[in-house]
């Protein structure tokens, strides 16, 4: 199995911060990648695919980078609205997926 | 613009067998892949096993001798079955379509996700 590691494991932020995510594989994984947003109580919703694609509707302050192993997730201006759980998941070992543990992003 | 109602029972003792059902509205049934992930409370986000709608599934390694996914073509719907739940299958349920996108290299991901349906397990 291809495991996913995220970090850190929660995140304390002001509006305005810059904020990165990181995603660790424990094999390559090319850039098969994508990252998730979640707000409690909702399904998750895609922000990033291909590791660096932005979703169509997502805002650009997000953006995506990396390949092989170590992938980030950076919101360059945090909006009140971003606060959320951010998750990775990995798709090289397709049809079996596998996620990261999940960011939560809090406000300071 | 596919959406996706999904339902089942929410309460369940220890043993017995988890059953939700999951229905697509809108786009193409046939022409996509559908899968089921659960979310534990407080936890991370886990693939159970997938559909298309020939009936070809996959299934996570750590649950396939208890999980059976099945589809109904003629309903838009497909099914997923948890054998002998335990306290540790209390969790989120979600369905979801997987999106592909790509033309040589292909890229697999959740694009839409069922609401959601709570299930707990009483010992």
């Known amino acids: 199995d291809i495991q996913m590691t995220q970090s850190p494991s929660s995140l304390s932020a002001s509006v305005g911060d810059r904020v990165t995510i990181t995603c660790r594989a424990s094999q390559s994984i090319s850039n098969y990648l994508y990252w998730y947003q979640q707000k409690p109580g909702k399904a998750p919703k895609l922000l990033i695919y291909a590791a660096s694609s932005l979703q169509s509707g997502v805002p650009s302050r997000f953006s995506g980078s990396g390949s092989g192993t170590d992938f980030t997730l950076t919101i360059s201006s945090l909006q009140p609205e971003d606060f959320a759980t951010y998750f990775c998941q990995q798709s090289y070992s397709t049809p079996m997926y596998t996620f990261g543990q999940g960011t939560k992003l809090e406000i300071k | 613009q596919v959406q996706l109602q999904q339902w089942g029972a929410g309460l369940l003792k220890a043993s017995e067998t988890l059953s939700l059902t999951c229905a697509v509205y809108g786009g193409s049934f046939s022409g996509s892949y559908w899968s089921w992930i659960r979310q534990p409370p407080g936890k991370g986000l886990e693939w159970l096993g997938g559909i298309n709608h020939s009936g070809s599934t996959n299934y996570n390694p750590s649950l396939k001798s208890r999980v059976t996914i099945s589809v109904d073509t003629s309903k838009n719907q497909f099914s997923l079955k948890l054998s002998s739940v335990t306290a540790a299958d209390t969790a989120v349920y979600y369905c979801?379509?997987?999106?592909?996108?790509?033309?040589?290299?292909?890229?697999?991901?959740?694009?839409?996700w069922g609401e959601g349906t709570t299930v707990t397990v009483s010992s």
């Open positions: 979801a379509k997987v999106a592909v996108v790509g033309t040589v290299y292909f890229y697999y991901y959740m694009d839409v």
